[in-house]
């Protein structure tokens, strides 16, 4: 999927996680791919990502686009910084949220380092859950927890995900 998100949309989106000028290539490269799934009610990730479309209220560029892996990313860390773990004082969604661009291996993908092949291998890795036991990859890390499901972390909604990397971490 190649869109041309608005340049407004993306300043809110990353306005919304602490997105720094360093990572815009990043954050559009987020915003190129579909965030696609096949666990059940990981579609509810991608209806978090969607409604921030909603919530911006202007033209974002992406009206006949599905979700993206960026919206959902964002979607995702509102839900669980303001929802989850909100406290009044910490802004617990930036921290979410680059946990999970951690996790993904793009910390160092900033606009003088980007590679774009990098970013849509680890993409693909993340999307068709083909990251380590532990969640290496994956948006969350969560090893004690998730021996405690009867299935396989790649197998776990990304809900019941983070909710491990919570318990490990909070």
Known sequence: MICSISDGYLNWLMDKVGGEEGYIELF???SNREFTWFVDNDENRAEDGLNLRDAYGYFTGLENYECTVLEMMVGLSIRVGEEILWDG???YVQIVFWEMISNLHFEKQTNDNIDYDFVNERIDIFLSRNYGENGDGALFKAIPFYSHFPKKFQKLE???QMQGWLNDNF
């Open 28 to 30: 559009k490269a987020l």
């Open 89 to 91: 004082e910490t802004d």
């Open 158 to 160: 990304i809900w019941y």
